[in-house]
């Protein structure tokens, strides 16, 4: 199901001669600023925003019009970050604009879309020299107070999965680790190497001395490389770059398709891309938030620890459970269910989350998941029978058994179940049963 998301903007982003304006719409105010200053490599900011702005124009899986989304952008103490997903929902971009690209202020802090226009695309791509460039993001008082009340309104299908997958890339890459390091040059070989963009099969790269090289099977230290032609937005920022470093879930032989993390760092800013287990599969569809969306028992943590956060470019876990009098895995567990109304996000190059604020109802990836009202549904109805620490639900006129094994995870003798074996998160059925349980668990 699609909303509808209406970008009311002052003015159209441009590139002009006294430098970048970026406008804003929506989040803490209705076209908050946030930077006044100097990017200082601004050939490698203009690349790295136009590839979040190509990801955000893009479907991979069944490639139709462009999606026309407007990226996201945060503002928070010394560091910009603009993020983005495809149309499909299948891969998440995200420039990190650090404190050594930067020469100004963070005049405020929030979260916001945006415009990043077709015209300002092409002039982006012009950009060049080493002179640092001004910016702006978001109007400024003369502007807005000169402006004679005309907007530049565009109004665009949002897709209920576009939104959802913000609530579950960051507990997946939360699970993430570095796996390999190469030089830039060696990383622009090893993009050359690739497959066609139409490609679909899933290859891992396994480490190899300076570089990457492919397989077409699982070993252990693999990251995972599903539809290799979706790194495509990386290439312009290549020539930039100082390394790339690949971050993954741990793998063995005979492991599935996972997510994995490509990241080019050029010292002034990070621009990586998080690519879902298959090209076909969303980040929407992973299910790996259902257990945060579930757990009534962190809500009022979540309250407490988000009223803590105040846009730090990382989140310190203990300084945070220290300041909110809890343990540090509650904590987490409330960064997680948090993460679940985009109210953060994860960095896997700092290993720690980020605080932000959705510029849309985020709520709806709660509501909108199907799983977990249907889960809902059979708690209401009293569906679900406890034996120990296993249950039996009965649903559509079905009985499914759900058991839970030593290592926490959940199974069920359901269709579903037997399709994904548990690599899509848990069933309706496992979910339900979670919630029945006290206290709630973790389920994989």
């Known amino acids: ?23 804003t719409c929506g989040g803490p105010t209705a076209n908050p600023r946030f930077f006044a200053g100097f990017l200082t490599a601004p050939a490698a900011a203009a690349a790295g925003l136009l590839a979040v702005a190509e990801v955000a124009r893009a479907r991979y899986h069944q490639p139709v019009n462009p999606a026309s989304l407007d990226p996201v952008v945060t503002g928070s103490r010394g560091r910009l970050r603009f993020e983005s997903f495809s149309g499909c929902c299948g891969v998440y971009a995200r420039m990190d604009v650090l404190p050594a690209g930067l020469d100004g202020e963070i005049s405020g802090h929030g979260t916001t879309n945006v415009d990043v226009n077709p015209p300002l695309r092409e002039a982006l791509a012009r950009v060049g020299g080493i002179e640092p460039l001004h ?3 978001g109007p400024d008082d003369l502007t807005v107070s000169t402006m004679d009340g005309s907007v530049v309104e565009r109004k665009v299908p949002l897709p209920g999965r576009w939104l959802r997958g913000f609530a579950e890339v960051h507990v997946l ?16 070989a090893f993009l050359r190497r690739l497959p066609a963009a139409n490609d ?24 995972c490389l599903a539809g290799a032609g979706r790194l495509a937005a990386l290439r312009g920022v290549l020539r930039h770059a100082r390394t790339l470093r690949v971050y993954g879930p741990a793998v063995r032989a005979g ?9 080019l760092d050029t010292g002034a800013l990070r621009v990586s891309l998080t690519l879902s287990p ?21 809500v ?100 499914y058994r759900v058991r839970r094994h030593p290592d926490g995870a959940y199974s069920c003798t359901c269709r579903w179940w037997a399709r994904h074996r548990g690599q899509r998160g848990p069933c309706r059925h496992a979910l339900a049963v979670s919630m029945v349980a006290a206290p709630v668990e973790a389920l994989s």
């Open 1 to 23: 199901m699609n909303a509808v998301q209406t970008y009311r903007y002052l003015q159209p982003s441009a590139l002009r001669a006294a430098g970048l304006d970026l406008q």
């Open 200 to 223: 679909r099969s899933v290859l891992w790269a396994v480490p190899a001395g300076r570089t990457l090289r492919l397989t077409s099977r699982p070993v252990p230290g693999a990251v």
């Open 300 to 399: 009022d943590d979540a309250e407490l620890v988000g009223a803590l956060l105040n846009w730090d470019p990382t989140i310190d876990v203990a300084a945070l459970a220290e300041a909110a009098a809890l343990p540090d895995d509650r904590v987490r567990a409330a960064l997680a269910q948090l993460g679940t109304a985009g109210r953060v996000g994860y960095d896997v190059a700092d290993g720690a989350y980020f605080h932000r604020v959705m510029p849309y109802d985020a709520g709806r990836a709660e509501r909108d998941n199907p799983r977990l009202l249907g889960a809902r549904a059979l708690v209401e109805r009293g569906a679900v029978e406890r034996d120990g620490e296993d249950a039996t639900v009965r649903a559509d006129a079905e009985v």
């Open 278 to 298: 298959e090209p076909y599969r969303g980040f929407s569809g992973e299910g790996a938030a259902l257990a945060a969306l579930a757990g009534d028992d962190v």
């Open 173 to 188: 890459t939360a699970g993430f680790e570095p796996r390999a390091e190469i030089p830039a040059t060696e990383a622009a």
């Open 135 to 137: 910016v702006a993001v």
């Open 255 to 263: 492991s599935p398709a996972v997510p994995s993390t490509w990241e």
